[in-house]
């Protein structure tokens, strides 16, 4: 074959490979695959355009050449089989997220709900002016009791309506933008502070009962407990390895929640004047195969560290391969946060900013009252002191 027949075939197979090469790229980006398959889809159109070169331009034996060949695909069905792998193991590691919860069980008046009860009629009985309920997803459980005790019986959508749950930070701009009346969640964080000042929206924290924060590792971690000053140090980068606080010699993996949740404002305020380090991201594929990255739900590695509140790592998860830890030589339970000798309790609100709506006042107090602490305590909560 003559050498502009050559560049000819050479330019034709290469453009061709290169096109297909393009088409399986995009293929693999709108399915997620940015991270492994799309630089792999990229890497295997070079590689055999190289191939095509070296076949068409140099005297390499056929023998030599189709092993080079077979030794290149093997290399890549050996990279897919440990991408795939390492992908179902990391997948088969439990997790203890929000989105792992299921909500329906604690709707209002949904039969065979699991929802805490009163021993006697409310005191008080709504059936108009309804204020609309939000909040955090740990707290669902207690402010939908509160609302099948109080309100009409009818069905109360999770995502629309009287009685709805958004988590912690879209419960604060719904509250905010008056979509709501009254949320149920921990303190705000400072960005939300400044966006209710930005909008001239003054927040009233009304306190309605006690919570621990715990911190939490695999069940299967030696350490028993650490201090504020190790979270602080674990969580600004200072510490980085269990064996310093007692365990395992293990790189620390510690995980966090997204920024302005009620968690993630709690650590904020525990780390204090330290600076907290940069969280774990991964990838998200969203809608038409866009991706974001988003903070990383925890996943229960050996040398996992995360963090919640004690309700929703105990009742809601119900995790048995988690451990809480003890902190400050305290462990966090309901007579450590009754008698306020675990250090990271704190109370949780109920949040209103200036609703009109003339039940709002009525149902706070009615939640201070003895029905109302009763069903914080019997949901799982800590009431407030008498």
């Given at each position: 074959?003559?050498?502009?027949?050559?560049?000819?075939?050479?330019?034709?197979?290469?453009?061709?490979?290169?096109?297909?090469?393009?088409?399986?790229?995009?293929?693999?980006?709108?399915?997620?695959?940015?991270?492994?398959?799309?630089?792999?889809t990229?890497?295997?159109?070079?590689?055999?355009i190289v191939?095509?070169?070296?076949?068409?331009?140099?005297?390499?034996?056929?023998?030599?050449?189709?092993?080079?060949?077979?030794?290149?695909?093997?290399?890549?069905?050996?990279s897919?089989?440990?991408?795939e792998?390492?992908?179902?193991?990391?997948n088969?590691?439990?997790t203890?997220?929000?989105?792992?919860?299921?909500?329906?069980?604690?709707?209002?008046?949904?039969?065979n709900?699991?929802?805490?009860?009163?021993?006697?009629?409310?005191?008080?009985?709504?059936?108009?002016?309804?204020?609309?309920?939000?909040?955090?997803?740990?707290?669902?459980?207690?402010?939908?009791?509160?609302?099948?005790?109080?309100?009409?019986?009818?069905?109360?959508?999770?995502?629309?309506?009287?009685?709805?749950?958004?988590?912690?930070?879209?419960?604060?701009k719904?509250?905010?933008?008056?979509?709501?009346?009254?949320?149920?969640?921990?303190?705000p964080?400072?960005?939300?502070?400044?966006?209710?000042?930005?909008?001239?929206?003054?927040?009233k924290?009304?306190?309605?009962?006690?919570?621990?924060?715990?911190?939490?590792?695999?069940?299967?971690?030696p350490?028993?407990?650490?201090?504020?000053?190790?979270?602080?140090?674990?969580?600004?980068?200072?510490?980085?390895?269990?064996q310093?606080?007692?365990?395992?010699?293990?790189?620390?993996?510690?995980?966090?929640?997204?920024?302005?949740?009620?968690?993630?404002?709690?650590?904020?305020?525990?780390?204090?004047?330290?600076?907290?380090?940069?969280?774990?991201?991964?990838?998200?594929?969203?809608?038409?195969?866009?991706?974001?990255?988003?903070?990383?739900?925890?996943?229960?590695y050996?040398?996992?560290?995360?963090?919640?509140?004690?309700?929703?790592?105990?009742?809601?998860?119900?995790?048995?391969?988690i451990?809480?830890?003890?902190?400050?030589?305290?462990?966090?339970?309901?007579?450590?946060?009754?008698?306020?000798?675990?250090?990271?309790?704190?109370?949780?609100?109920?949040?209103?900013?200036?609703?009109?709506?003339?039940?709002?006042?009525?149902?706070?107090?009615?939640?201070?009252?003895?029905?109302?602490?009763?069903?914080?305590?019997?949901?799982?909560?800590?009431?407030?002191?008498?």
């Amino acid at each position: 074959m003559k050498l502009l027949e050559k560049i000819i075939v050479c330019l034709t197979l290469a453009i061709g490979i290169a096109i297909l090469g393009f088409f399986a790229m995009i293929f693999t980006a709108l399915n997620g695959g940015q991270k492994f398959y799309t630089p792999l889809t990229i890497v295997i159109a070079v590689a055999l355009i190289v191939f095509v070169i070296v076949r068409m331009f140099t005297r390499i034996r056929p023998r030599i050449f189709k092993g080079m060949l077979v030794g290149f695909f093997i290399a890549v069905a050996v990279s897919i089989t440990g991408y795939e792998i390492n992908d179902a193991y990391v997948n088969s590691i439990p997790t203890v997220a929000e989105q792992d919860v299921d909500l329906t069980r604690f709707q209002p008046f949904r039969e065979n709900n699991q929802l805490k009860t009163l021993d006697q009629p409310s005191t008080l009985t709504l059936s108009s002016d309804l204020p609309k309920m939000d909040g955090a997803t740990a707290l669902y459980p207690l402010y939908a009791a509160f609302a099948q005790a109080v309100y009409p019986q009818k069905e109360y959508s999770l995502d629309y309506g009287d009685v709805i749950v958004s988590k912690t930070p879209e419960a604060y701009k719904n509250l905010i933008d008056g979509r709501v009346d009254i949320i149920f969640v921990a303190g705000p964080s400072e960005q939300q502070l400044a966006e209710a000042a930005e909008k001239g929206v003054e927040l009233k924290l009304t306190p309605i009962g006690r919570e621990a924060f715990v911190f939490f590792v695999n069940s299967a971690n030696p350490v028993k407990g650490l201090t504020t000053a190790q979270i602080q140090a674990i969580y600004s980068g200072k510490i980085t390895n269990w064996q310093d606080v007692g365990g395992r010699n293990e790189a620390i993996r510690a995980f966090q929640r997204p920024k302005n949740s009620g968690s993630q404002t709690r650590l904020e305020k525990i780390m204090a004047d330290n600076e907290l380090m940069a969280p774990p991201q991964e990838d998200v594929v969203t809608g038409m195969g866009g991706i974001i990255e988003k903070t990383s739900d925890y996943r229960n590695y050996q040398n996992a560290l995360g963090y919640s509140f004690l309700y929703f790592a105990t009742e809601m998860v119900r995790n048995g391969n988690i451990r809480l830890l003890e902190i400050d030589g305290i462990a966090p339970n309901k007579h450590t946060i009754a008698d306020k000798t675990y250090p990271l309790a704190a109370e949780f609100y109920a949040v209103t900013a200036g609703s009109k709506n003339p039940n709002v006042a009525r149902l706070i107090e009615w939640i201070l009252s003895p029905q109302g602490q009763s069903l914080v305590e019997k949901t799982g909560y800590t009431p407030l002191a008498p």
